[in-house]
């Protein structure tokens, strides 16, 4: 070795700040990301969680409070905002300067928005107007600055494929081989077609919206889980991949744990970081605090998800013509 050679390496170019998340006890997904070039705010947007988030009301109000004082801190140290899509927790649609003036604002189209968020849309942009120092249409879009790029998916599902939600673009930051993507709300994903889009994407590191478990009721799991899950397990088993974040829908419902346990299992068994924001933070999702202090406010019977009822609810949407057998490849793959 000479004498002159670098002993101690570079370290991180890209650096990722969980903002405001469902696991600290607002509905949120906000993301700040920050290279030597440009600072990204990424879905500037908190709402209040509903009354079934087990946290008192006051509480609940709180923690609006708080966090709705850490997005606009973010947008303030931010050159550039961007807003995925027209729900009221991924942006804030008002006149302040604090979040918008003087900022690059990359937004997703207004094209094939459902008519409520087309409407929501509208207005906001006609309230901002001559705030942001440039408004750009995301969709599919690469942009440079200096060595940072910039990037937007095509528009992708909220969900399964044509879900009334509408569509989201994701996004990712990148600076030489380091890259972030945050995908805002894709439920999960349960679409092949965004799993491709996201495995593609080579990212180091990713922040993903977990499926919605707490639409499921008494019922318990169901096919679009188990299908998350799939995906969740081939995402992790790329090369490419350091950490996962999921949180936001899968964090409303304090059972996630057990309902995403094969996930869990697949992370630790290759070595990666995954879990909520708290959790990569070192604590305790919100949901789960307020289980622990107030108790259940809606699900009273349930079971972890294991590998075999996984299977098992895959096998019957086979049978029944709702998927094609590949899902039980893929499961055997991935996930088995």
């Known amino acids: 070795m000479r004498l002159d050679a670098t002993i101690i390496p570079e370290g991180p170019r890209v650096t990722i700040h969980y903002v405001a998340f469902d696991s600290f006890g607002v509905k949120s997904m906000c993301t700040r990301v920050e290279t030597p070039d440009v600072t990204v705010t990424i879905d500037p947007g908190v709402s209040i969680q509903s009354a079934r988030f087990p946290l008192p009301q006051g509480h609940r109000a709180a923690l609006l409070s708080e966090f709705l004082e850490a997005v606009s801190r973010s947008c303030e140290k931010s050159q550039v905002v961007v807003i995925s899509h027209y729900h009221l927790d991924h942006f804030i649609p008002a006149r302040d300067p604090r979040l918008y003036s003087g900022k690059v604002l990359f937004a997703k189209g207004l094209e094939g928005l459902p008519q409520k968020q087309l409407t929501t849309a509208q207005r906001f942009f006609r309230a901002i107007d001559g705030l942001p120092k440039e408004v750009i249409w995301a969709d599919g879009r690469q942009f440079r600055f200096k060595k940072t ?31 972030v993507l945050v995908t805002s709300d894709i439920s999960g994903p349960t679409e092949p077609a965004t799993t491709d889009a996201i495995c593609a994407a080579n990212a180091r590191d990713l922040v993903i919206d977990g499926y919605p478990t707490f639409l499921l009721g008494q019922s318990g799991p169901d096919v679009g889980l188990v299908q998350s899950i799939v995906n969740l397990c081939r995402i992790l088993a790329q090369r490419s991949v350091k950490s996962l974040v999921v949180d936001h ?10 309902l995403l346990k094969l996930a869990y299992d697949k992370a630790r068994q290759l070595k990666k970081r995954f879990g909520t924001a708290a959790e990569l933070q070192g604590r305790t999702s919100a ?32 049978n029944q013509k709702r998927l094609k057998s590949d899902w039980l490849t893929a499961f055997d793959r991935w996930v088995a």
Request: glycine fraction near 8%; charged fraction near 25%; proline fraction near 7%.
């Open 149 to 179: 790029v910039i990037g937007f998916s095509s528009p992708v599902w909220h969900g399964q494929e044509a879900a009334e939600p509408g569509q989201v673009v994701m996004t990712e930051v990148s600076r030489g081989r380091e890259k």
């Open 287 to 318: 949901v789960i605090e307020g289980y622990q202090n107030y108790g259940p406010t809606r699900w009273h019977r349930w079971q972890p998800l294991e590998l075999d009822s996984a299977r098992q609810i895959l096998e019957q949407a086979v």
């Open 249 to 258: 829908h899968l964090c409303r419902d304090y059972r996630y744990p057990v």
